[in-house]
């Protein structure tokens, strides 16, 4: 149980384009998502935290208006980059969890690779 | 305060070794401690996790050693194996808040 399923696995996008990630719940409902961005030999640094149905919360420093995060039902969360430029470029992650259910260890997606040319 | 210490950076063990990975943090409300294995090119996988009312789990060849009054907590594995080669990640959260990771492990075992 707990799967979480990341798509695209890859993607190459023109500067200036924008590109949306999708990070699905196949198995259980997730209330709370996280996207991460992960630099190579790097930790994952957290983007933002979203609830279903509500605003996401993004760390400090992280542009809103760049990265849109929608989470508009208990199994899918969108990560859209906007005009994007080379230094977008990166290993994006979302993690899914159901607080609900009190379970504490959220699950990860396979995460997507994003090439910005 | 909300910082995760992770030693060391890299770890290189011959097959059939020990691994041990360390963590140490400050934040004593912190009451949940994974630990995530990563491939590369892959998402982080849940491993094994321990909250701070007890002193050890193992699973299988993974075992969490967790000393609360030292606020640290490490990642045994045992008869490493060349498939285990892989970064580790300790985290730690307060509740259902979000995850504070360690900075990684990139553990390599020579076969």
Sequence with gaps: ?????????????????????????LDFQATTMFWYRQFPKQSLMLM???????????????EKDKFLINHASLTLSTLTVTSAHPEDSSFYICSAGNLDRGVYGYTFGSGTRLTVV | ???????????????????????AYENTAFDYFPWYQQFPGKGPALLIAIRPDVSEKKEGRFTISFNKSAKQFSLHIMDSQPGDSATYFCAASKGTYKYIFGTGTRLKVLA
């Design chain 1, 48 to 62: 933002a935290t979203s609830n279903e149905g509500s605003k996401a919360t993004y760390e400090q420093g992280v």
């Design chain 1, 1 to 25: 149980g707990a799967v979480v399923s990341q798509h695209p696995s890859w993607v190459i996008c023109k500067s200036g384009t924008s590109v949306k990630i999708e990070c699905r719940s």
């Design chain 2, 1 to 23: 305060q909300q910082q995760v210490k992770q030693s060391p950076q890299s770890l290189i063990v011959q097959k059939g070794g020990i691994s041990i990975i360390n963590c």
